[in-house]
């Protein structure tokens, strides 16, 4: 059977996620380098002039979130009923809302230390939780870690929100290290958690795993 394909740029960028999921399901993949102008051009290809996009089989699929849903159900990572599902779609969005301030870090403000620490501020601090923070805050998806027994965000097993808070959470440590560990141990405890597991661990010391997170080698 041949291996999932994705295509995507030379960065991890959003398609991290979805090459964590096809490790964690005990699958490898191949990559293509996407071409920019073929990308804009061809809407066979790349409907929403977009990438990623992944090939498997006769499966051919673009837009990221849709990517890893198929992917979650495909390696039984989308939770064990409709209960765990539910919950599993709520994490993931919530790391969507915390994404898109995270891209408006790197690519608009440029890491820029008064940005950065407004940003902490916002997003981190925990006094900041009933701020104006459109909905994303670390101190959220602690809140999930803290209710459910074991190492998990959602029931006793790795799911597709596990992989999208470690993903995230990945991101900041890069940024935000020492801060994170003095005020998020058990975010810390479980990105550790995550990183060891079977197929994720082995993926993590690979070549296949790019040095760039983002297209202008911020973060």
Known sequence: MSK????YFPIRGRAEVLRLAIVAGGDDFDTVDVNYQEMKSDREKYPFGQCPRLVDGDIDLVQSNT???YLARKYNLQGKDEKEMCAVDMIVEGVESLRVKYVNLIYNDKLEEAAKETYWKTYFDR??????NGGAHFQYLANFLSKNPGPFCVGDSLTLADLCVW?????HLRIFGEQIKEAYPELVSFHEHIAGLPGIK???GSAKRLAACNANNLG
């Open 167 to 171: 993903e995230i959470l990945d991101l």
């Open 202 to 204: 082995e993926y993590l």
């Open 4 to 7: 999932p394909v994705i295509h």
């Open 127 to 132: 006094s900041s939780t009933e701020g104006r």
């Open 67 to 69: 990517i890893a849903r």
